[in-house]
């Protein structure tokens, strides 16, 4: 005989083989799909009492018992009378349908959906349209607005939509994407709230040579969101338009020439020259969307993104039209956590520009969000320059962005506030502000690089105040994300800021001076993570980040441990040369020169590592007993008292802030 199976997905079924079983009256169903949600567990007779009425009769417990008596006898028609029933049994308090495991379409339907995440690509569309035949109508069609039914149908509809849209992914991306167009497009009738599914309809129309097809489809996904919930396309969507509209050859099908970044700036000049030739002004304003997108890739994305930028920014001045100049040179809004430029020269004519587009701007209210994107990208490349026009910028760029409340122009505008929040020592705690505002706004507005731009902010500032719990979650938050949506740059940091949590972790000293020629294997192990990390920089596309790290990490290590400097003059040093140099002619004995060098240091620039470089300095006075160059050092690190030096980077310590100054006080009082 055949087993009974059981449907749930559309009207509430049972069945032998082909032929239907009678299931008499709802209140029959009702038990059954209760017991079919409960997944072979006990439901007790006491709360399918309270599932089946709002308000129960008197005799409601027997007449449970009748339906569950009736169900058995429709169920197992053949059971000898007080036999024991084999499938809607009785235990303890209440009963169960021990419905083997392939006998329900339901549970038939998820085992499916998660053997095609296990299979080949190739073959996992077919298992997933398999599954979805499963479906008949709405999950317990009729029982859509009991309380306990409610949840289990939603769960399962959410599982329907993404097995279509895994359907349609994998369709193409196995260049099928014919195939995917026709279930999207009836998926998207039924369900016209999805942005995933607007996205792979449209991606899919592109991939076909539908090109004018796949922008309708978008015009009417914003116009759809916009109408009827209030909301503007996500991040994902947007990023696709303006891919489409330039042609990005990411978007090509599978099995395209696959140097993105030399395609991509082909195409971006093919778009430019478009530009000035047919007017599509828009066009160009889409070139740089998309090195933006292709700068948080990093590598020689990166690279591409900053060679190029410039020349997007040319090509809309020549236009000779302020608007569009401000709004190409505003677009790159790239986040940014590292407060030195990776290209000095670049940025200073990108800030020039932005000066130029300022000045001629219209003054006129309209004209504000561009303003205020001009403002934000003076700050952000004025970074790690010692000028008052920075923080301006800043905090126009800020006021602006509230004023407006615009979440997007606000979360660009904080990236130019972090960047000139490094002025002096001891601001941290402003900076830990600025990352907990980018992570709400990123949270609640759907700005998945500007949350991770706040973890990390704040992993940074949590470790300058020596609160590494904190830093710690907010790695492991920035690597979920980075994860989710592809950031690869993001374990640099992350990686970085391991090392520095083993250089601490292994046993620092709380001064310079608190336990000399301190050594011993924790060292070692420190200074392997530090290279370890420094290892993930090579072809990270971030020079501004690379040169010269490693050989300060190292010294950081060695004198936060009380252990004499160690310079390898033939190190690259990059910008950290001049303070490295001291040291090495201390070591030849050359202290003459040492001095005058030591008096010949700027201060350090108004970046992440201006208190590492001030104790750099500190440990070279104390070296020569230079008193002048102690009380400079001595005040310019006491806004910072109980930090960690150099922490507040995120990647490397040069110990704790007080036991600097206690070293400095103890040489200034002898």
Known sequence: MDAVTFGVLGAVTAGRGPHPLSLKGPRHRAVLARLILARRRVVPVARLVEDLWETPPPRAVGAVRTFVGDLRRALEPDRPPRAPARLLVTEGPGYALRAAPDAVDAWRFEAAVA???????ARAPDRLRAALGEWRGPAYAEFGTE????????????????????RAELLVELGRAAEAVPDLDAHLTEHPWREESWRLLALALYRTGRQADALAVLRRARALLAGRLGIDPGPRLRRLEAGILAQDPELDPPGEPADAAARLWTRATEAYDRTVAAGARARLESTVGLLRSLAVTGGGGLEAAREHRMAAVQAAEETGDADLAARVIGAYDVPANWTRSDDPELARRIVEAAERTLAVLPGAPSADAARCRLLATVALESRGVRSPRGPRAAAEAEDIARRLDDPALLAFALNGVFMQSCTRAGLAPRRDAIGAELVTLGLRHGLVNHEVLGHLIRLQARAALA?????????????????????????VFTAWYRALREAVSAGSSPGPSDAPGSSGSPQDSAEAAYRSAAARLDGAGMPGLERGLLPLALLGLRLSRGRPARVDPGADWGPYRPWAEPFALLAEGRDTEARGALRALPEPPPDLLYEALCCAEAALALALGDRPALRRTYDRLLPAAGELAGAGSGLLTFGPVD??????RRALEE
């Open 467 to 491: 609160d590494l719990t904190a830093a710690d979650e907010h790695a492991r938050a920035a690597d979920r994300l980075a994860e989710r949506h592809e950031r690869p740059l993001v374990a």
């Open 659 to 664: 036991g600097w100054l206690a070293a400095i």
């Open 147 to 166: 309380d306990w039914a409610r949840g289990e149908r939603s769960r399962l509809t959410e599982l329907r939509l993404r097995a279509v849209e895994r």
């Open 115 to 121: 053997e095609a995440d296990r299979l080949p690509a």
